[in-house]
């Protein structure tokens, strides 16, 4: 091997060689030192690398892997011919190539699947998750009563006084609120609503009919000419009695022909959606629609005319047709010429936008007159025109009869159809209504060029019946148009979101009653619109609810995507009264009566509503605690005060006050009781006349009370001594323990209460109400015990014949025996009595022991007597010993031992 030192004699040379050949080259200036101490440091590096290798390996090894093998055969593995096939093919195998690349886009396309179908199911769960949060969060919210929607100030929602934070509170109305003037409006509006609803179930209660729809549009008038927001409510109230036909109403009674109490349900709720009731009921609604939008264009008529008095030139007649005419020339006169050069004149007027808008403003006799009065010059236009709108017009659903029909579209299609966009829109538009041709194209440029005539139009062409002549495929009814309505969605109608009611109206128009309702409610402002709107469609039998298995925690619409949804209408309704309840429970109530407007459902979901109805109004009694105006009170003298549900039994489906009883109060009061609000269930179980479960419900709380000290006030005492769960004590029956201290006197006063009452002792069983006396006894001992009283105590435990003192072996297990028929509200606290009992034996022993009158005879029997009865008592326990902890037994122990 060459040395160091002939390498750099070697490398010199050639670096001059290079010099010479006139190749610029780096000079490398490193000293045989410097190239040493290089090779050494690489060569360190080197064997550092070899060791923390080993120190790899050495940690495998010991984890059971052979690294040297492990990287050997990795080593040996060959990639090249991992997409190769395996059969090695020839290049002259065109049918092997194919096959083989037929096989690779397979298994690409199957891993390319497997690659998205893991996208997409993770996607789908990120989804699904972040919903059920969603949904968990605002039925978290709505628990806690905080469910408050985005609202900027402008449309904050009334706010009363009181302990609720809710945005949608309510209250008396001497109730301060905010300065907010729009606060100050919705409040306003919202106790007129109040008023409404009140009116409404009074009328019910009658069996009166009630005009529902107009006194709710009267409440929604704004108080100040400024509130735009009140006036498109109001009118869409209007809307509303135009489809259900609610007319001639004045102050919610009806002047002539009545609607009654669920008018619809019949064909709404229970037909099948072909019969003929269900098909009436629709041509009706669009009926209805039609001519609200007919009135509505009117108005815009009279308001364009007012506007622009000099250009309409009215006259002195303010006729329709000169209406009509006056509006033509503000819309399409410029300085006495016609502007628009597609219309077709005649007699100085644009004769089909003539015809067109007196159809538009729902005076189709008016627009007959017309054609006929000007038949000469519309034939010179269109020949048969008149003779097809007077056959039209008489027919009652506005059909062609067939000869006519086949004639007019033999026209159609000749002279009408391809008609260019100068000629007349108005003769197309015409032309389209009366033979109702092209439906799948029912947009008319020039002519539907707001919402409002666009949906006209729409109604104008819909039928809810095949005509003669007419193709399946030219079927259009009011179905088809709610599902186009449905298509096009509230970004179609309302880019920007900020006209809420616009969309609204449009289902209404199109009867997507529970679609529209559950879409105002999501809108802050509008959520107690939305309220009342489905509360009179409920009243008219136009709200489909669902059962209640199918009822979901906090979406309000069920089956949304099916062409018949329904809306939890008790949930919308609960939700509601929840917010303002405890300010004010009678008119929360009002409005739960209001659920079992449902009742007439078929089974069983009628009756589910009836329930719901009465588990809502237990609740808001429960929660709001208003017992006496709720459900009433009994006076001292045993009189019975009928509460505010009493009186209104009719509206919550209860046959008699028996019903109720049972339905509304016991079940109330059985809840308190295992909630263990014991004061309440004293209460509730008086009002519903079940005097057994009162004294059972003292029981537990006298026995709850033993252990605890006489100068701490139980649940019980405590609550009537603020008087917050009892009736005033100058009439209540149970108030009359108002005030007072101890449970054993609330119990006392009870029991004399059913004693002076005719027919109340008599209902209280006679263990029960013995245990109560007990109990109280012991109460009283255990408070003359605190007293210093010992002698007093001792004689008030004995006297309760619980525990045998002076007994023999004979009657102190016959008393162990009868342990077993005692209540349980006195075996309970059986440590508790005895340890008392004999820690009193005890004091009064050590009393006369320390007594300084040592010698005196009497003083020597009364201790004597003492240990006996520590004997007694002693025994006793022993044969309780399995039903006594064994803390209260080495106590019993201990005490007995000083006491000997």
């Avoid at 064909?267 to 629609?289: N, T």
Wanted: proline share 3%.
């Amino acid at each position: 091997m060459s040395s160091l030192a002939a390498l750099l004699e070697q490398s010199k040379r050639l670096a001059h060689q290079v010099q010479t050949s006139g190749v610029d080259l780096p000079a490398i200036q490193l000293g045989l030192d410097q190239i040493e101490s290089q090779s050494r440091r690489i060569a360190g590096r080197s064997l550092k690398e070899a060791g923390q290798t080993g120190n790899a390996a050495y940690l495998l090894a010991s984890g059971g892997v052979n690294a040297d093998q492990l990287s050997s055969n990795i080593n040996s593995v060959n990639l090249a011919g991992t997409f190769e096939p395996l059969v090695p093919l020839s290049d002259t195998d065109v049918e092997g190539y194919i096959r083989h690349t037929h096989e690779q886009a397979i298994i690409s396309a199957i891993e390319e699947g497997r690659r998205a179908t893991t996208a997409d199911f993770y996607r789908s769960l990120d989804q699904k998750m972040r919903r059920d949060w969603e949904r968990q969060k605002d039925k978290m919210f709505e628990e806690l009563g905080r469910h408050q929607p985005l609202a900027g100030p402008s449309t904050e929602t009334p706010r009363r006084g009181g302990a609720s934070s809710s945005s949608f509170e309510r209250g008396s109305p001497a109730t301060p609120l905010p300065s907010s003037s729009g606060s100050l409006q919705m409040h306003s509006k919202m106790m007129r609503y109040d008023r409404v609803t009140r009116r409404l179930n009074d009328f019910r209660k009658e069996g009166f009919a009630f005009g529902l729809v107009s006194a709710l549009g009267e409440a929604s008038v704004a108080t100040s000419a400024g509130d735009s927001r009140s006036a498109q409510t109001t009118e869409t109230w209007r809307l509303l009695s135009h489809l259900v036909q609610e007319r001639d109403v004045l102050n919610g009674e009806f002047q002539r022909a009545a609607l009654q109490e669920r008018e619809y349900a019949q064909a709404y709720l229970f037909a099948d959606a072909e019969s003929q009731d269900a098909v009436e009921l629709r041509r009706k609604i669009g009926e209805g629609a039609r001519g609200y939008l007919e009135e509505q264009f009117l108005a815009y008529v009279e308001k364009t005319l007012a506007s622009r008095p000099a250009e309409a030139s009215l006259g002195g007649v303010p006729s329709i047709q000169n209406k009509i005419r006056a509006f033509l020339n503000v819309k399409y006169q410029k300085n006495g010429q016609w502007a628009n050069p597609a219309l077709e004149i005649a007699n100085n007027t644009p004769v089909w936008a003539r015809i067109y808008y007196l159809l538009r403003s729902g005076h189709a006799k008016e627009a007959l007159a017309f054609a006929t009065e000007n038949e000469a010059a519309i034939q010179k236009l269109e020949k048969s025109f008149v003779p097809y709108f007077k056959a039209w017009l008489d027919s009652p659903d506005r059909r062609l009869p067939k000869l006519l029909r086949d004639r007019f579209l033999a026209e159609y299609n000749q002279r009408i159809r391809y008609l260019t966009d100068t000629s007349d829109p108005y003769k197309h538009a015409l032309y389209k209504l009366i033979g109702r041709v092209e439906i799948s194209r029912r947009n008319v440029p020039g002519v539907t060029q707001t919402t409002e005539d666009w949906l006209w139009f729409q109604l104008s062409l819909v039928r809810e019946n095949e005509g003669a002549g007419e193709a399946p495929h030219e079927k259009y009814g009011l179905r088809d148009l709610a599902a186009v309505l449905r298509k096009f969605g509230e970004a179609h109608f309302d880019p920007k979101g900020t006209r809420p009611l616009l969309y609204f109206q449009v289902l209404l128009l199109s009867g997507q009653f529970e679609r529209a309702v559950a879409f105002l409610q999501q809108h802050s402002h509008y959520q107690a619109d939305a309220v009342h709107f489905a509360i009179a469609l409920a009243y008219y039998g136009l709200l489909r609810v669902p059962p209640r298995s199918k009822a979901a925690d906090v979406e309000l619409l069920v089956d949304a995507n099916t062409d018949t949804p329904s809306l939890s209408f008790a949930r919308l309704l609960h939700r509601y009264t929840r917010l303002f309840a405890q300010s004010d429970a009678a008119e929360a109530l009002q409005y739960l009566y209001l659920i079992c407007l449902n009742a007439d459902l078929p089974a069983p979901r009628g009756d589910e509503q009836v329930v719901l109805a009465h588990e809502y109004v237990r609740e808001l009694v429960m929660d709001t605690r208003q017992y006496s105006e709720l459900l009433g009170d009994v006076r001292n003298d045993g009189t019975k005060v009928p509460g505010q549900i009493e009186r209104d039994l009719k509206l919550l489906h209860l046959a008699d006050s028996r019903a109720y009883l049972l339905g509304i109060v016991k079940s109330a009061a059985e809840r308190a009781d295992l909630e263990q609000r014991f004061s309440e269930a004293i209460l509730l179980y008086n009002l519903a006349e079940e005097y057994d479960a009162v004294i059972a419900v003292l029981n537990v709380e006298l026995g709850n009370s033993l252990s605890k000290p006489a100068g701490a006030a139980s649940s019980l005492s405590g609550a009537a001594s603020r008087g917050g769960f009892f009736a005033d004590g100058s009439r209540g029956t149970v108030g009359m323990a108002a005030g007072q201290e101890d449970v054993a006197q609330v119990a006392r006063s009870i029991l004399e209460h059913y004693d002076r009452a005719a027919g109340m002792g008599g209902k209280v069983s006679r263990k029960r109400r013995e245990t109560c006396e007990v109990l109280m006894r012991l109460k009283e001992a255990m408070t003359l015990y605190e007293q210093g009283k010992l002698e007093q105590a001792l004689q008030t435990i004995e006297s309760t014949n619980l525990i045998p003192l002076h007994s023999d072996l004979v009657h102190l297990i016959r008393a162990a025996e009868d342990l077993s028929s005692v209540d349980d509200a006195i075996v309970r606290n059986l440590d508790v009595v005895l340890v008392a009992t004999m820690t009193v034996l005890y004091k009064l022993h050590q009393q006369l022991k320390e007594s300084p009158y040592g010698g005196d005879q009497s003083r020597q029997q009364r201790m004597h007597e003492l240990r006996a009865k520590a004997r007694s008592l002693m025994t006793f326990a022993g044969m309780l010993r399995y039903r006594l902890t064994s803390e209260t037994y080495s106590q019993l122990t201990r005490l007995d031992v000083f006491l000997h």
